[in-house]
DNA sequence: TGGCTTTCATAGTGATTGCTATGTATCTTG
DNA sequence: CAAGATACATAGCAATCACTATGAAAGCCA
């Protein structure tokens, strides 16, 4: 018996003559490319290889694709939070988010920048909501590292005048910007570039931080 | 006699009934709140209190419209030029721009964030060319901000190890990223906070960069 | 095979997109 | 006061928007 298909066939008329998975994907990569509102339903439907009867069957409508891609594109994030607890030092956290963060947004079989960077940037009225919890995900890693920073000063690592909002929105800051300047063109050794520089900005760091 | 009207007035017919410079702001606040191709022709007229007809007769259409808003907003490049080459130095620079734009993108008459950073940053290919011309802008930003920071190094301000598109990329990406953090609800104190620990980044600087 | 269920492709829904044709109102010039 | 020129308001253009009604196709179970 195939697992997959038992879980979600209920009384099983005809199957889907596409796979779930990779369509979503491909929405993930157009959502990407041209962001939410701006990429349309009719860009969606060639992108994914389907129609649009069966797009909204599958996945509800625009903004449930949209969201459901979304998650696709920033993975659990759990996952996220345990690396940012996880690693030994706020700045390894930083350090490693930022490199990821410049290689991902200048891959060569993806996209330029960051989907949830640049897809929900600006959008009108009607997409405030999807606007809204697009800034949920980012504030929730943002809040993951300022904790980060927090424990590092409470634990001597860093300094006790350190201030934490500061550097953890820092942080935010260059990863969102990174994206813009990979989209304008900047290639990853220079964003690499500018990771090696704003990791500088790290307190008690300043002598170990690489400068690229 | 009316000098500015006698400059635009050819062959004299009906007078626009409306200010043009005026009508022009409400289409950059307008683009600015909600983005190039998600801010309607239909939302720009009754932001402007105009009819369609006069927006294409006074501007042309939606693109020049939204590039001419574009220019009102950046201001003269001539005069960002001269603010960055008569700096002191590269790093008053960086601090006044950075500065500028933390209080820039937290005004409580204007939308949050940079309209130069959101209105382009994603959109259809329709609109490709429009993102171009945005991202040429902040390219000759970047090339201005580096150049000072070569006179630095040059000048013995700045050690020779430095690197200055690292640098000037930095601030590029802090300047964007703020103005994400500022649409997602970061208050201006917050803003300034992360402009304090980015100059932190600032080589042989250190010490004299605030972090509040 | 004959129901039963679900997905498929075709085609089209009303609403909105950027933009404009048309005719009238309002100005300057002679 | 005409003639000429321009901007005005109304109304509507074709195209596209997100989304769906409809009926045939394709699977399972009896």
Redesign the pocket.
């Known amino acids: 018996m195939k697992v997959a298909e038992a879980q979600t066939?209920?009384?099983?008329?005809?199957?889907?003559?596409?796979d779930r998975q990779t369509a979503l994907q491909k929405a993930m990569l157009a959502f990407w490319r041209t962001g939410y509102?701006t990429?349309?339903?009719?860009?969606l439907t060639a992108a994914m290889g389907?129609?649009?009867?069966?797009?909204?069957?599958?996945f509800g409508?625009?903004?449930q694709l949209f969201l459901e891609a979304a998650r696709l594109y920033l993975g659990d994030p759990a996952d996220i939070a345990r690396e940012i607890e996880g690693a030994p030092t706020a700045f390894d956290a930083a350090r490693t988010m930022l490199t990821a963060a410049a290689q991902a947004y200048t891959g060569e079989l993806t996209p330029r920048g960051c989907l949830m960077a640049s897809a929900t940037a600006s959008g009108?009225a009607a997409s405030a909501d999807v606007q809204a919890i697009v800034a949920g995900l980012r504030g929730e890693i943002e809040r993951h590292l300022r904790a980060r920073v927090i424990r590092d000063i409470n634990e001597g690592v860093l300094p006790p005048q350190t201030d934490p909002a500061a550097l953890s929105g820092l942080v935010m800051a260059v990863t969102q910007g990174l994206s813009v300047l990979a989209r304008d063109g900047a290639d990853r050794v220079a964003l690499l570039g500018i990771v090696g520089a704003a990791l500088a900005a790290w307190p008690a760091n300043r002598i170990e931080g690489t400068t690229a």
């Open positions: 066939r209920r009384k099983m008329g005809r199957p889907m003559s596409f509102e990429t349309s339903v009719n860009d389907i129609t649009a009867p069966s797009l909204y069957t599958a409508d625009k903004r009108s």
